[in-house]
């Protein structure tokens, strides 16, 4: 495997923007688990850039956890890697996605627990 020319672009934990034509590089397993403010749910995050208004976190949900209903101002794409979760919709079980549009009122709640792959992107 090549050896990096540059060094990774990391913030508080998390790549915070790549610069063009650079890779960016973290070892999430080595990041500490954030509580959100739903109990039961926590997030690690992955990227974010705020001027593009963009986020990719792995967000885990507890067994039993559950959000009340909610929105977000930006697009939501959801890939369940393990376990699954449900809204008021459907159940997302693992290998499954699930996208939203910005403000769309949802719940979240899992009953086995779930790790999933979550990205939002500005409206």
Known sequence: MPE???APVEHDNCIAAVASAASSYMTAVDTDWE???????????????????????????????CSPPHTHEEFEQVYVLQGSFYD????????????????????????????????????
């Open 4 to 6: 990096s020319r540059k």
């Open 35 to 65: 509580a959100t403010d739903s109990d039961g749910f926590w997030l690690k995050r992955l990227y974010e850039d705020d001027q593009r208004g963009e986020r990719t976190w792995l967000m885990r949900i507890d067994p039993g956890a």
């Open 88 to 123: 008021q919709d459907r159940l997302v079980k693992a290998g499954e996605f699930c996208a939203r549009s910005p403000g769309a009122v949802h719940s979240a709640a899992s009953d086995e627990g779930a790790l999933m792959l979550v990205i939002y992107t500005r409206a």
